[in-house]
Nanobody, 122 residues
Framework: QVQLVESGGGLVQVGGSLRLSCSASRRTSSNNAMGWFRQAPGKEREFVASIGWRGAPTTYADSVRGRFTISRDNGILSLQMNNLNSGDTAVYYC?????????????????WGQGTQVTVSP
């Protein structure tokens, strides 16, 4: 079993930035795609971004494209979030995919972190 731990969440004002990180308990994720999802209060969990096992390709939800950047280095998955707005308030989850490439579907991912809260205030 792989344990994923997210960090970097917090409270930020509209227009601000945050950087989320995700580390795995072991390097089983090195050959697998990884992704970020989020769940806002009262809503279903939704896809944010994914990255292939060698750092490419990257895929983004339309709502975050151009503002968020996903990256991975030495087993650490990151999500740089810029120009945040109230619609970005959610619990953010990192996930390890079942294969080297993955997209937007949750069933493409096998391991999930516990989530980190991101709150964007007016």
């Amino acid at each position: 079993q792989v344990q994923l731990v997210e960090s970097g969440g917090g409270l930020v004002q509209v227009g601000g930035s945050l950087r989320l990180s995700c580390s795995a308990s072991r390097r089983t994720s090195s050959n697998n795609a990884m992704g970020w999802f989020r769940q806002a209060p009262g809503k279903e969990r939704e896809f944010v971004a994914s990255i292939g096992w060698r750092g490419a390709p990257t895929t983004y939800a339309d709502s975050v494209r151009g503002r968020f950047t996903i990256s991975r280095d030495n087993g650490i998955l990151s999500l740089q979030m810029n120009n945040l707005n109230s619609g970005d308030t959610a619990v953010y989850y990192c996930a390890v995919a079942r294969s080297s490439f993955a997209g937007m579907r949750e069933d493409q991912y096998q391991y999930w972190g516990q989530g980190t809260q991101v709150t964007v205030s007016p």
